[in-house]
């Protein structure tokens, strides 16, 4: 009879429950959508989504716990304090994506690697900038550039050396995505579009009550970034897309073109006819990581790479022998 009487009195909260659900359910249908915009990593992010109220500042909050964690521009972040070889603590993003690195960087036999940051900053593309580079620069770098020279124990980061920098922007802007989506999705949010430097998350639908619209850019050498030419346009839901090319950071030097993209093995900008690779992975951290990944590996080991890993999809713009712009892949379902 006890048992029979407390049911009788949990049945209005379940009603209550219910009502109250189904009104927030309603209410977030018909929610306006919201659009953010700023800087962050040192490029721009968009950030659009279906809620009753802006919420700018709870994102800005997210976006700036990523930069103190993993930004090698902040001097206060946790990545500037170890490869300044302090003693400090890992907090969960940086151990998140530490992880996801070297997971990657295995899955890829090194292509990508976090500590490639004293080559590119040689080159002239990191946070520090380089000067002349010789065979012998090179050479004296590479002795301590390798993800297998640095261990994450417990809350801490041992380097075998303690000149090995990490540098974590070709993972970092994905990652920020993924923090944000799930800042929205933790409100009850099913339609938005997260879209940090190119990298992207999009759930549900837009404004326009259908998928969401990402251009691919034509990779024009475009150092400006002013270029809209789009290759192609995919239509995206639910899925999380990165792209990498060589097309708008690079230099010319003595005639020769240096591009952004170091191969971590050879100490150089990669020289090959793959110009741009757009990934959708399961994250779009790791959709940022094997998009420059694949730009170290060049056309024919990425496609080999890509059907051996069937969970990833990839749309590859090279050039032929003539010059001409050719595409390989496709992204799923759009």
Avoid at 54 to 75: R, T, W
Avoid at 172 to 197: F, H, P, Q, W
Wanted: proline share 3%; charged share 20%.
């Amino acid at each position: 009879m006890e048992k029979k009487k407390q049911l009788i009195w949990q049945i209005p909260f379940l009603i209550c429950l219910i009502v109250g659900t189904v009104i927030i359910i309603r209410s977030n249908r018909n929610a306006p959508y919201q659009h953010n915009q700023g800087f962050i990593f040192g490029t721009v992010y968009n950030i659009t989504y279906q809620y009753s109220r802006d919420l700018s500042s709870e994102i800005v909050d997210s976006l700036n716990s990523v930069d103190a964690s993993l930004s090698p521009f902040n001097d206060a972040s946790i990545i500037s304090q170890v490869n300044n070889n302090m003693n400090v603590k890992a907090d969960r993003m940086f151990h998140d994506v530490f992880l996801m690195a070297m997971n990657v960087s295995k899955a890829t036999d090194g292509a990508f690697d976090i500590t490639v940051a004293p080559l590119v900053n040689a080159w002239g593309f990191g946070f520090r900038k380089g000067k002349n580079v010789t065979q012998a620069t090179i050479d004296s770098l590479k002795q301590f550039v390798g993800y297998d020279k640095v261990l994450l124990y417990g809350d801490r980061i041992t380097k075998q050396d303690p000149r090995t920098m990490l540098d974590c922007s070709a993972i970092a802007k994905g990652y920020g995505c993924d923090v944000v989506a799930r800042l929205l999705s933790s409100k009850g949010i099913d339609n938005y579009m997260v879209e940090i430097g190119g990298e992207v998350v999009a759930k549900g639908i837009s404004d326009k009550q259908r998928p969401w619209r990402i251009g691919v850019a034509k990779p024009t050498d475009d150092t400006l970034n002013v270029s809209n030419d789009f290759q192609t346009v995919l239509e995206l839901k639910d899925k999380c897309l990165a792209t990498s090319g060589n097309y708008r950071n690079f230099y010319y030097k003595d005639g020769r073109k240096y591009a952004h993209t170091i191969d971590p093995k050879t100490g150089y900008p990669v020289q090959h006819n793959l110009l741009s690779a757009t990934v959708i992975a399961p994250t779009c951290a790791e959709a940022d990581a094997y998009a420059t990944s694949f730009m170290v590996m060049g056309l024919e080991k990425t496609k080999a790479f890509l059907r051996r890993n069937p969970q990833l999809k990839a749309y590859l713009i090279y050039s032929d022998q003539q010059g001409n712009y050719k595409s390989f892949g496709c992204l799923g379902d759009e």
